[in-house]
């Protein structure tokens, strides 16, 4: 739902910063002209819920917690917006199921509760096609604010720059681009880059000794900005589920999001925005004659990338066969819920801190 390049990178420019070290952050975006999360005007950050409280609904839990805690003070809109989350079930039969895995759960009912539809169409101010569970600590992020003000806050140097390979130094790493010019040297250089931390390890002949991260593949994703007053001016809450529909962020409601294989690149277009509007048009019930008139291809919205490893966890730590040189990267669709914690997981490990993941955690998005 939240997957948004230099997402991870500027948690951990963040998290680094706070703890009193100075980041320089290389930007392949700028280096292009545009950063990467421009026209990224919005996402939401919802934990996951799964009857055996796996890895990744824990992961997602103690992610929308740090992330909240460490950005809820930054300025101009660059905040989430707790403004809670309905997800709704997929089908109605599954909602008994979905009943006793929160009872086994035994969250507090504060922080997630099964919820009709009934309910849940009055929690969200319009009527959505099922019931299911609210979230009230669901937030809505604005990620270009987000991570400018993240960069800002760090001090970042920012370079524009695309990282081809890197070359140890003395101590350290050296970052080339394709041309072999070194962009930057540091004792310590993390891979943040997405998919292309895999390429870069390739191209540095780093990568044989990570087969997971050499299954790490890229997903293109869009997602559609549409006029508030077609759906009598948004919800009020997140409604999720089978795609997603955001509140209105003063220019419009953001739906989303496509899943594309192979894609040969990441782009807005009409088959894609047919698809968002099919999302959220089931996730709604009623009839929204103005929503029903909107025609795909016709609207504004935004493309990016989503790295994916086997099993949806990411891939954060430093690299055993490369002292010095770390990775964060494979956060699927969670770039932002997973950003202020794989950033303090890294800055805590390099600080000597104690890590702030249950150990059985850390080691299961170790790099391997």
């Known amino acids: 739902q939240d997957g948004a390049p ?11 910063a706070l703890r009193g070290w100075r980041v320089t952050v290389l930007d392949a975006g700028r280096a292009q002209g545009v950063p990467a999360h421009a026209g990224h005007l919005a996402a939401a950050l919802t934990p996951v819920v799964a009857r055996d409280d796996n890895a990744r609904a824990r992961l997602s839990r103690a992610g929308s917690e740090r992330a909240l805690a460490r950005w809820q003070g930054l300025p101009g809109g660059a905040a989430p917006r707790v403004c809670g989350t309905v997800q709704v079930e997929r089908d109605a039969g599954r909602s008994a199921a979905l009943a006793g895995t929160l009872e086994a759960l035994a969250f507090p009912a504060d922080w997630v509760r099964q919820v009709s539809r009934e309910e849940a169409g009055a929690l969200a101010g319009l009527p959505v096609a099922r019931g299911g569970v609210f979230f009230s600590q669901g937030m809505l992020v604005q990620p270009g604010l987000l991570i400018e003000a993240l960069l800002a806050a760090a001090g970042a140097a920012v370079i524009p720059g695309r990282a081809d390979r890197v070359s140890p130094a003395g101590q350290g790493w050296r970052v080339l681009d394709a041309s072999g010019t070194e962009l930057a040297r540091a004792d310590s250089v993390i891979l943040a880059n997405a998919a292309g931390s895999r390429e870069v390890l390739a191209a540095s002949g780093l990568l044989d000794p990570l087969p997971r991260v050499a299954q790490m593949h890229a997903l293109a994703g869009e997602v559609t900005l549409i006029p508030a007053a077609a759906l009598d001016g948004g919800p009020r809450c997140i409604v999720g589920g089978e795609g997603y529909l955001l509140p209105d962020i003063g220019v419009g409601c953001v739906v989303g999001s496509t899943y594309v294989h192979d894609a040969a690149a990441a782009s807005v277009g009409a088959e894609g925005q047919r698809v968002t509007l099919g999302k959220a048009a089931g996730l709604l019930a009623g009839h929204f004659p103005a929503f029903d008139a909107l025609v795909p291809g016709d609207l ?15 891939a954060v730590g430093e690299l055993p066969h490369a002292p010095g040189l770390w990775m964060a990267a494979g956060y699927a669709s969670r770039g932002l819920s997973w950003s202020a914690l794989m950033g303090d997981l890294i800055a805590a490990r390099l600080m000597g801190e104690p890590l702030p993941l249950e150990t059985d955690l850390a080691q299961l998005v170790s790099p391997r």
């Open 300 to 314: 504004p919205g935004w493309a990016g990338w989503r790295a994916v490893l086997p099993g949806r966890l990411p």
């Open 6 to 16: 230099a997402g991870p990178a500027a948690g951990i420019a963040h998290a680094l």
